[in-house]
């Protein structure tokens, strides 16, 4: 079974300074992994995804998350934080049996200091 | 392009009643998930529809049900209502189905069990 692991329930930074939310996976097969982003009382909304193409994905908003296979990490980052990105992070990952089902961790919530 | 519509957005129910929640996906979106989020255990795979039928079920009780319509519309049901089923209920949609985790979810349905 697959599994993901979000380390920090809470992270604050500094606007402008660097974003690092970090997912750990657990999986049997190539994973499919994702980052999601709820802002409050909305809901998810993709960032970005690995599919087994280019280890460093681009998403929008300026994120970016790299998968390393050799530390089964998948963590998002952006270089520099804005106040809009205050919000809830998901990291989720597939079990590619042809159908929707997510895996989603417990997510992080990320906080900016102005 | 309209996006996830669900309804309603808030409701209040008291324990032993019963609750349908509806979701209208993305025009063209063929697959329709259910998901369930609450503070304590994040959030939680419900179910799967595709082409009106039940592909994938979490491992949730039976009081848990769902159905998809020929337009795909999906509604979902909880029987019994316990005191634990309060909660943010979320659906999804994505086009092809395949499980390349590209979901659109809707605002979600808070469901509140006095």
């Known amino acids: 079974a697959q599994s993901v692991t979000q380390l920090g329930s809470h992270v604050s930074v500094s606007e402008g300074a660097l974003v690092l939310l970090r997912c750990n996976y657990s999986s049997s097969v190539p994973p499919y992994l994702f980052w999601y982003v709820q802002y409050p009382n909305q809901g998810l909304q993709l960032l970005l995804k690995?599919?087994?193409?280019?280890?460093l994905v681009k998403g929008i908003n300026g994120f970016e998350a790299e998968f390393k296979k050799s530390e089964t990490s998948f963590h998002l980052t952006k270089p520099s934080a804005h106040m809009s990105d205050a919000a809830e992070y998901f990291c989720a990952v597939s079990d590619r049996g042809g159908n929707e089902k997510l895996t989603f961790g417990t997510g992080t919530r990320l906080t900016i200091i102005p | 392009k309209a996006g996830v519509t669900q309804t309603p957005r808030y409701l209040i129910k008291t324990r032993g009643q019963q609750v349908t929640l509806s979701c209208s996906p993305i025009s063209g979106h063929r697959s329709v998930s259910w998901y369930q989020q609450t503070p304590g255990q994040g959030l939680q795979f419900l179910f799967e529809y595709f082409s009106e039928t039940q592909r994938n079920k979490g491992n949730f009780p039976g009081r848990f049900s769902g159905r998809q319509f020929s337009n795909s519309r999906s509604e979902m049901n909880v029987s019994t209502l316990e005191l634990g089923d309060s909660a943010l209920y979320l659906c999804a949609s994505s086009l092809a189905g395949q499980g390349a985790g590209e979901l659109f979810f809707g605002e979600g349905s808070r469901l509140t069990v006095l």
């Open positions: 690995y599919t087994s193409a280019a280890t």
